[in-house]
């Protein structure tokens, strides 16, 4: 019997520790883990090379009735297996209900998903230097 297929699921996924091999191992036990352990994610950190082991996100709506409500579109490499496949989670969150919603998993070659990651970099740069220069041009005398 797998440990999935355990049915003391809890203290078996408790135990459980990620080895790297193949990103199945995880998928197979993603619902619970993002319901009951999402921490232990960041055990996989280690995997994900340093410069994409954060997440990034692009506002892609505001409000303008009420300034503290952005929605983000949140991306991330979660892990990274053996043969080059990664694990990349996306979300949307709404900064005002501090709410996550339509939150999914794709496995990835690892040069997609970072290129997946630097568009969404690309597009948060673009934003700030847009609001930068709207400040400037408000304030400008």
Same mark, same amino acid.
């Given at each position: 019997?797998?440990?999935?297929?355990?049915?003391?699921?809890?203290?078996?996924?408790?135990?459980?520790?990620?080895?790297?091999?193949d990103?199945?191992?995880?998928?197979?036990?993603?619902?619970?883990?993002?319901?009951?352990?999402?921490?232990?994610?960041?055990d996989?950190?280690?995997?994900?090379?340093?410069?994409?082991?954060?997440?990034?996100?692009?506002?892609?709506?505001?409000?303008?009735?009420?300034?503290?409500? $952005?929605? &983000?579109?949140?991306v991330?490499?979660? /892990?990274?297996?053996? %043969?080059?496949?990664?694990? *990349?989670?996306? +979300?949307?969150?709404?900064?005002?209900?501090?709410?996550?919603?339509?939150?999914?998993?794709?496995?990835?070659?690892?040069?997609?998903?970072?290129?997946?990651?630097? $568009?969404? &970099?690309?597009?948060?740069?673009?934003? /700030?230097?847009?609001? %930068?220069?709207?400040?400037? *041009?408000?304030? +400008?005398?």
């Amino acid at each position: 019997m797998s440990d999935v297929e355990n049915c003391n699921w809890k203290e078996t996924l408790e135990d459980w520790r990620w080895d790297g091999v193949d990103l199945k191992d995880i998928l197979l036990r993603l619902e619970v883990i993002s319901v009951h352990f999402m921490g232990m994610s960041r055990d996989w950190a280690a995997t994900v090379p340093a410069d994409y082991r954060r997440c990034a996100y692009v506002i892609t709506s505001s409000n303008p009735f009420n300034s503290l409500e $952005e929605i &983000r579109e949140y991306v991330e490499i979660l /892990a990274v297996d053996q %043969a080059g496949q990664a694990l *990349v989670g996306r +979300s949307i969150l709404n900064t005002y209900l501090d709410a996550t919603y339509g939150e999914t998993f794709q496995v990835l070659p690892l040069a997609e998903a970072k290129s997946v990651v630097d $568009e969404v &970099r690309r597009t948060q740069k673009a934003q /700030a230097e847009q609001v %930068a220069f709207e400040v400037d *041009v408000a304030l +400008s005398p």
